[in-house]
């Protein structure tokens, strides 16, 4: 499985950006895409999730209400809308996937496959 990240870019405070991750190799198998993005100097962060099997979805609670989860299975594609952003949000943003259902609590450790990330910088 292959995961291919587009959408960053700099944006001033306050604006919007629309990532797109493609998974390259196609798998009827349920898994628990995610968004996770690392900041210099910081730990990688998970903050937003989607199972392939229902939907549902999870965020992390700096992301709340301001960013959006979606996927469209058909093409395997997963969005991450950032709405409202803050320089805070200013990381490498990655892709990720795990088989199996999605763990509220986001860990990286537990994703096998990764993108090559996005960056995003807001000003």
């Known amino acids: 499985v292959q995961l291919v990240e587009s959408g960053g870019g700099s944006v001033q405070a306050g604006g919007s950006l629309r990532l797109m991750c493609v998974m390259t190799?196609?798998?009827?198998?349920?898994?628990?895409m995610a968004w996770f993005r690392q900041a210099p100097g910081k730990e990688r962060e998970g903050v937003a999730a989607?199972?392939?099997?229902?939907?549902?979805?999870y965020y992390s609670d700096s992301v709340k209400g301001r960013f959006t989860i979606s996927r469209v299975n058909v093409n395997n594609t997963v969005y991450l809308q950032m709405n409202s952003l803050k320089p805070e949000d200013t990381a490498m943003y990655y892709c990720a996937r795990r088989n199996g259902a999605c763990n509220p609590a986001l860990l990286s450790a537990e994703f096998a496959y990764w993108g090559q990330g996005t960056q995003v910088t807001v000003s």
């Open positions: 989607i199972y392939s099997g229902g939907g549902k979805t």
């Open positions: 190799q196609h798998t009827y198998l349920s898994a628990c």
